[in-house]
């Protein structure tokens, strides 16, 4: 069983920064991918970023704006969100590819409002 531990969501102004934390624990012993999607009301599920194949991945739509990191002691992956826009808007879930399948996090809302 792997757990997924998600923090960091909250209410944030235009142009403002956020955080987004998650961290895997349980029986994992190869973690293949780690990163984010996230979901806007009456929208599907998009891709964010992730560290993927070897390298690291970001969404078109957030380059230049959303960096990804991790700490591979603690098993979590680190999402920083710089310039948010309402348009980021979502709920920002944590997936994590491990040796024997996908686990989800229960997700983390992002609200960026004045």
């Known amino acids: 069983q792997v757990q997924l531990v998600e923090s960091g969501g909250g209410l944030v102004q235009p142009g403002g920064s956020l955080r987004l934390s998650c961290a895997a624990s349980g029986s994992i012993f190869t973690i293949y991918a780690m990163g984010w999607y996230r979901q806007a009301p009456g929208k599907q599920r998009e891709f964010v970023a992730a560290?993927?194949?070897?390298?690291?991945t970001i969404a078109d739509r957030v380059k230049g704006r959303f960096t990804i990191s991790r700490d591979n002691a603690k098993n979590t992956v680190y999402l920083q969100m710089n310039s948010l826009k309402p348009e980021d808007t979502a709920v920002y879930c944590c997936?994590?590819?491990?040796?024997?399948?996908?686990?989800w996090g229960q997700g983390t809302q992002v609200t960026v409002s004045s």
């Open positions: 997936s994590v590819n491990t040796d024997t399948q996908a686990y």
């Open positions: 560290f993927t194949r070897g390298s690291t």
